[in-house]
C-alpha cells in the first residue's frame, strides 16, 4: 500500500511523515508531495520519494500522484476562494491518478452555523470529498497548541495574553498528536468513510491557559481580553498579512461561539494513546528551550 502526503514540507506534514515511519511504513511506500522539493531533502536522504506537486497547477497533481493508494490532503493556508479550486484540482488530479483513498485534514469548525472565515471552504471540502467517488476518511482538528508555545517569550516579556475571547475554551491539540492520528488513518482500511475529529483531552479557558504558560515559563502571565479590533491591530503590527487577520479574528469568534471547545476521545481510539495536555506539553516544551538556552 503506498501512501503519499501532499503538503509534506510543511510544518503538520513532517510531523506525518515522521509518525508514519514510526508507525511502522515502509519508505519505499511513501510519497512526500511538495511545493518545492529542495525544501524536502531531508525525507528524501531518508528514502521517502519526494515528488513535485503545486496544487495551483493540475498537471503536476497528476503526476505526482501517479501509482498511489492512500492520498493525504493537507490544505493550503490560502484564501477561501483559491483555497476551494486548490481542492477541486487536488480531487480531479487524484481521480485521473486512481488514488483509492484520499484522507483529508479538515478543521472543528466545519458546520453551517461557523462564524469562522474558513469554515465555507471546509464545507466544501468535506462535501466534494464525499460526492467524489473515491473512499474519503475526514479528520477535523481542533486549534493547535504549539504556536501558543512559539509565541511564549513575547508573553513572557509583556507578561499578557492578550486574545479576544470572553467565556470560550479551547480543546487544544498539538501538531504531534495530531500527525499520529493521521498516520494510524492512512495505515488501515478500516476507517473509509469516517469522520474523525481530533481535541485534546481537555477544554481549557483562556485564564487557564495563561496559568498554564506561567506554570511552564516561571513568569507571571495574565490573561487580557481585548477587543477584536485591538487584537486585529496588534496582528497588523506583527507583519501578519491581511487576509489572515481575518482569519484569526474570526477563528478567535468561533472559540467565543463555542465551537473549539468540544474534547473527543478520536486521537487515543485511533493510535492508542491519548494527546498530550496542555500543562503537560508547555511544560515540555517550555522548559526543556529554557534549559537549552
Do not use: K
Not at 479550486?85 to 485521473?96: D, F, G, M, S, T
Not at 496559568?211 to 501578519?240: F, K, M, N
Amino acid at each position: 500500500m503506498t501512501i503519499n502526503v501532499l503538503g509534506a514540507s510543511g510544518q503538520l506534514g513532517r510531523h506525518v511523515v515522521q509518525a508514519l515511519l514510526d508507525q511502522g511504513a515502509a519508505p519505499g511506500d511513501l510519497s512526500a508531495s511538495v511545493r518545492s522539493p529542495d525544501n524536502a531533502s531531508g525525507l528524501a536522504a531518508r528514502g521517502v520519494a519526494v515528488r513535485h506537486a503545486d496544487y495551483d497547477a493540475p498537471d503536476t497533481l497528476r503526476e505526482a500522484f501517479q501509482g498511489t493508494d492512500i492520498l493525504l490532503l493537507i490544505p493550503t493556508s490560502a484564501p477561501v476562494e483559491p483555497r476551494i479550486l486548490q481542492h477541486a484540482h487536488a480531487l480531479q488530479a487524484a481521480r485521473e491518478a486512481g488514488v483509492r483513498r484520499v484522507v483529508f485534514v479538515s478543521v472543528s469548525a466545519a458546520e453551517p452555523t461557523s462564524l469562522f472565515s474558513v469554515a465555507p471552504f471546509l464545507l466544501y471540502a468535506e462535501s466534494a470529498l464525499r460526492q467524489s467517488g473515491m473512499e474519503w476518511t475526514i479528520l477535523r482538528t481542533g486549534m493547535y497548541l504549539d504556536p501558543v508555545a512559539e509565541w511564549a517569550p513575547t508573553l513572557v516579556e509583556t507578561s499578557r495574553l492578550p486574545y479576544p475571547v470572553a467565556r470560550g475554551r479551547v480543546a487544544y491539540i498539538t501538531r504531534e498528536d495530531i500527525a499520529r492520528a493521521l498516520a494510524a488513518a492512512c495505515l488501515t482500511t478500516d476507517h473509509a468513510g469516517t469522520l474523525y475529529e481530533l481535541t485534546g483531552p481537555e477544554a481549557v479557558s483562556m485564564p487557564e491557559l495563561a496559568q498554564a504558560l506561567s506554570h511552564a515559563t516561571g513568569a507571571p502571565i495574565a490573561y487580557e481580553h481585548v477587543t477584536e479590533e485591538a487584537y486585529a491591530e496588534s496582528c497588523r503590527a506583527d507583519g501578519v498579512p491581511e487576509p489572515l487577520v481575518e482569519v484569526l479574528v474570526t477563528m478567535y469568534r468561533a472559540v467565543d461561539n463555542g465551537e473549539f471547545g468540544r474534547v473527543t476521545g478520536d486521537v487515543e481510539a485511533l493510535t492508542g494513546r491519548p494527546a498530550q495536555t496542555v500543562r503537560a506539553y508547555l511544560d515540555s516544551v517550555l522548559r526543556r528551550d529554557a534549559v537549552e538556552g
